[in-house]
């Protein structure tokens, strides 16, 4: 091997050998944890890239792909309950066109597709019902793709044409919806499938259409349909604007909560159409055509001559006289306006609505109750010739219930507001901790990446007179083998010698600290000693 790289490796060995039993724990977990990261991403970058190859598939169609898929030794994933099939990104296509091939596209099941294999010599009834089933399965395709529709089924019921068009029947259609899991259709979108399907069926109204979940819910009857939610939606929508209206006037006149406010509202739903013609003629504006006719004779009346009957009937005699005859008539074809009006009346006109307005008595202690009333009758567009009834009355609130709900609240305020006290003095406690924490941790750390100062350079050599002293003595009893006396100390200690136990208490510490560099100091001394 190369010398640099010999050195490196040396270089990182011996650097690996410094380290403590931490930080050799410490360099394994992160050794370990890279390794892992490693294969990780290496097993996710190896892993193939999936597509969709269908999306919102039946139950039935999604068994049959697969089936396919497993025989042709795909790989394939299931999402979205079963209902997505996705296949690697580069067999997406192809996987598409065996499947057509095979004649189990979803997409060609149902639907105007059915049209597509019809043949030249279908009778007039296949082809009937070959159109029925395949508007069947368009519209069904069209209700499934709506939110919270898993699947739909829709059958029509399409009378035959007759040429009596007094005994001719209109179409139906029942849908029948299974919803995804956890979904609910709301009246908005079930009255959405009742005019998708009744406008997709000629001459069909939607009152005719039966809507029926998984469940055996009817959410919308033939001959009813769902007008009726709809028109108990609108009803209630429009009692509410009024009482809000009503109720954002009286709020600042007696102050909120102070005024009851109900409407009660009767509306017409009935859809009605009215036609009429008038005919005007313009004066001053002379006849189109006019004609007249004149018949006039005139001459003698001359008795009969005689009667047909028996011989011995009797005849009266007649008597001559003259005879005249007129005939006039007049035609006159004037010029005539017409003016034909079409009228429908739209639905939900109001026919009578009531209003009911209680007061607090004491907030309407001051207040003209007949100057309220008229404000309120102004506010709710009341019509006295309609039938509408107002009513504003004066009574006692009772306040106990508000009271214990207020109290309720305020003790539940305070309970949420200690919790929430509780929840900050914890949350700094704890990040007080960490912080503590991470600035011994600091410390720690700036301690052992300090470097070591050398005992010679911390240590002023002309004050070390008490160590050249100490080895002296430790030289002089080691070539003779006696014990040196010490002096006699005195009673009490000088400032000097409060110095040097000071210093002496420097050299302790520094020995106790940095061992090995005081040893090698000395065995330094020793042999410079030796030496002179």
Same mark, same amino acid.
């Given at each position: ?28 977990? %992160? ?111 069209? *209700? ?20 009596? *068009? ?56 033939? %001959? ?74 005139? %001459? ?233």
């Amino acid at each position: 091997m190369p010398p640099q790289i010999t050195s490196a490796f040396g270089r990182i060995t011996t650097s690996v050998r410094e380290f403590t039993v931490a930080q050799r724990t410490l360099a394994l977990i %992160g050794v370990a944890v890279l390794a892992v990261a490693l294969i990780g991403l290496s097993a996710w970058l190896s892993r193939p890239q999936f597509s969709p190859l269908y999306t919102d598939l039946a139950p039935a169609d999604a068994s049959a792909i697969v089936d396919q898929l497993t025989a042709q030794g795909v790989a394939y994933e299931l999402t979205n309950g079963g209902a997505t099939i996705l296949v690697p990104s580069d067999s997406v296509y192809d996987m598409r066109l065996k499947i057509a091939a095979s004649g189990m596209s979803p997409t060609s099941e149902g639907g105007y597709s059915l049209l597509d294999s019809m043949g030249m010599s279908s009778s007039e009834f296949q082809q009937d019902v070959t159109y029925k089933r395949a508007l069947e399965g368009e519209i069904g395709k069209t *209700v499934s793709a709506m939110a919270g529709v898993e699947t739909a089924t829709v059958k029509l019921a399409m009378p035959e044409e007759s040429v009596f *068009v007094s005994t001719k029947a209109d179409p139906t259609a029942s849908v029948f919806i299974k919803t995804k899991s956890g979904a609910v259709l709301n009246d908005d979108q079930v009255q959405s499938i009742v005019h998708l399907v009744s406008a997709s069926v000629e001459g069909m109204k939607t009152t005719d259409v039966a809507v029926i979940d998984s469940t055996g819910t009817v959410l919308s009857a033939v %001959g009813s349909g769902t007008a009726a939610s709809g028109a108990n939606k609108q009803t209630l929508a429009y009692e509410e604007r009024v009482a809000a209206s009503i109720q954002s006037m009286l709020d600042p006149i007696l102050g909120v909560g102070k005024a009851v406010v109900t409407v009660t509202a009767d509306l017409d739903y009935d859809t009605t159409e009215r036609t009429q013609e008038t005919f005007n003629a313009t004066e001053g504006v002379p006849a189109l055509t006019e004609r007249s006719t004149l018949e006039e004779y005139t %001459g003698t009346n001359s008795a009969a001559t005689g009667v047909l009957g028996p011989d011995n009937i009797a005849v009266p005699d007649g008597e001559d006289g003259d005879g005249a005859y007129r005939n006039e008539t007049a035609e006159s074809n004037n010029a005539v306006d017409k003016l034909t009006e079409h009228t429908v009346a739209a639905p939900g006109t109001v026919r009578r609505q009531s209003v009911s307005v209680a007061v607090d008595q004491q907030a309407a202690a001051a207040i003209n109750m007949t100057d309220l009333q008229a404000m309120v009758s102004s506010a709710a567009g009341i019509d006295a010739e309609r039938g509408d009834v107002v009513t504003v009355a004066r009574m006692a609130f009772d306040t106990s219930s508000a009271s214990a709900a207020q109290s309720a609240l305020d003790a539940a305020a305070a309970v949420d507001a200690a919790a929430a006290k509780a929840k900050t003095i914890q949350t700094l406690v704890i990040a007080g901790g960490v912080l503590l924490a991470l600035v011994l941790l600091a410390i720690m750390l700036g301690r052992r990446r300090r470097p070591k100062a050398d005992p010679r350079e911390s240590l002023d050599l002309g004050e070390l007179s008490l160590v050249d002293d100490a080895l002296a003595l430790s030289a002089a009893a080691l070539d003779s083998a006696t014990i040196v006396e010490l002096p006699e100390l005195p009673s009490g200690p000088s400032p000097e010698q409060l110095q040097i136990e000071r210093k002496r208490a420097d050299v302790v510490t520094l020995v106790d600290e940095q061992p090995e560099q005081v040893a090698e100091l000395l065995r330094e001394w020793m042999d410079t000693r030796s030496n002179a």
